[in-house]
């Protein structure tokens, strides 16, 4: 994108982050819902498929150019980013990266308007972290595959209109092969879709469970086509290191946000005669996250360089969202103590985000997991059994 209609657009999102959605936080916390208003706007804005290229009707931001525009977004409640996060993401991308032409054509265009919404039907019961766990079966009938088992903790399968389930379609292969991908929509027979999870933050993000009975879906519903049979695995770990790196930049703003009332709440809180930024130790605490911030955005920054070249695609994604997602947590912490009882209060904006950024050192591959991932790419075979 031109750098002037990328300033164009990061001033655009950021005026109705600030003016439209950050007033509407504690009303999204307690309902647990976005007004339908705010998603017309998000749609209209191009927000639901900022990352898909504009010969599919999106935006087509580069690695680089998405991560700033991440950082806009993570200013306010993360709810705000899922609406479009799975079209833009791992449910998209699983398109970009291994759809036919004719299955990109048919689906992307409706992804980035905001027609359809996308949900990325991986995670199982006994299979978050380890996806060689699999247990959704999809059995070739002809020309039809038949798929059975459970999805748990699906982002947006509430109102997805169309799901990317992950199935073993090789029950002879073993670990993570074996494993193919499969479009699923909405009201197709034996989909259903469990309540929606009570979570402790994040509100206004749905998750629910994805449970298939037999579902009969034809055979070009594999994502790329009888060349995609058994390829899920290597689709999904695509996916996942791209995902990682906008949740790091999200994770980055949401601590700039973070920075931000704490500083404006030690400038004002007064204690003995005089505010409380003029303590050693409240400037101890605000020092350490703005350093965290500094860090945190920088990583993003250059991991999204290298990104885009192609340079690293597996370990600096991982560094990225495990620094950045740990970092966030630290800075809501710090946060939480400058404000003292009033950060332990509902409805004070801390204490919201204190529960919000808890999850993203979870999903999309916990921290351990991207230790594991830093650690083998940088010892090679030896760490390998």
């Known amino acids: 994108m031109d750098a002037d209609d990328l300033t164009h657009v990061l001033e655009s999102v950021r005026d109705f982050i600030r003016?439209?959605?950050?007033?509407?936080?504690?009303?999204?916390?307690?309902?647990?819902?976005?007004?339908?208003?705010?998603?017309?706007?998000?749609?209209?804005?191009?927000?639901?498929?900022?990352?898909?290229?504009?010969?599919?009707?999106?935006?087509?931001?580069?690695?680089?150019?998405?991560?700033?525009?991440?950082?806009?977004?993570?200013?306010?409640?993360?709810?705000?980013?899922?609406l479009f996060g799975t079209n833009n993401g791992i449910a998209g991308h699983v398109?970009?990266?291994?759809?036919?032409?004719?299955?990109?054509?048919?689906?992307?265009?409706?992804?980035?308007?905001?027609?359809?919404?996308?949900?990325?039907?991986?995670?199982?019961?006994?299979?978050?972290?380890?996806?060689?766990?699999?247990?959704?079966?999809?059995?070739?009938?002809?020309?039809?595959?038949?798929?059975?088992?459970?999805?748990?903790?699906?982002?947006n399968s509430p109102v997805a209109d169309v799901i990317m389930v992950f199935a073993r379609t090789n029950p002879e292969a073993k670990g993570n092969r074996g494993i193919s991908t499969f479009l699923v929509p909405k009201g197709t027979p034996g989909l259903s879709i469990g309540p929606k999870d009570k979570k402790m933050g994040q509100s206004g993000a749905w998750t629910a469970d994805v449970h298939l009975d037999d579902v009969r879906v034809p055979a070009d519903a594999v994502v790329g086509g009888e060349e995609g049979v058994d390829q899920g695995f290597r689709i999904a770990a695509k996916c996942l290191a791209h995902g990682r790196l906008h949740i790091a930049a999200v994770c980055a703003g949401m601590a700039a946000r973070?920075?931000?009332?704490?500083?404006?709440?030690?400038?004002?809180?007064e204690q003995g005669g005089a505010p409380i930024a003029r303590f050693q130790l409240i400037q101890g605490l605000v020092a350490d996250s703005v350093t965290d911030h500094y860090a945190g955005r920088a990583l993003v920054l250059e991991t999204a360089k290298a990104f885009d070249a192609g340079t690293d695609r597996i370990a600096g994604p991982a560094a990225a969202k495990y620094f950045c997602s740990e970092m966030v947590g630290r800075v809501a912490d710090r946060a939480v103590q400058v404000h003292g009882g009033a950060g332990y209060m509902r409805g004070v904006p801390v204490e919201r985000f204190y529960r919000d950024v808890r999850l993203f050192r979870i999903y999309e591959g916990t921290s351990q997991i991207q230790q594991v991932i830093i650690a083998r790419d940088a010892l090679g075979p030896a760490a390998r059994g």
């Open 19 to 82: 003016t439209e959605v950050v007033p509407l936080e504690e009303q999204i916390d307690e309902q647990d819902v976005i007004p339908e208003r705010i998603v017309t706007q998000c749609k209209e804005m191009g927000l639901y498929g900022f990352t898909i290229p504009e010969q599919y009707g999106g935006l087509g931001l580069s690695a680089y150019e998405e991560v700033q525009l991440a950082m806009e977004l993570g200013w306010t409640t993360p709810a705000l980013r899922s």
């Open 95 to 155: 398109l970009l990266e291994g759809a036919t032409e004719e299955q990109k054509k048919t689906w992307l265009p409706r992804l980035a308007s905001g027609e359809v919404t996308a949900s990325f039907g991986l995670t199982e019961a006994d299979a978050g972290s380890d996806p060689s766990a699999l247990a959704t079966t999809a059995k070739r009938d002809g020309d039809h595959w038949v798929l059975n088992g459970s999805k748990r903790y699906i982002t």
């Open 258 to 269: 973070l920075v931000h009332e704490t500083t404006e709440f030690a400038r004002t809180r």
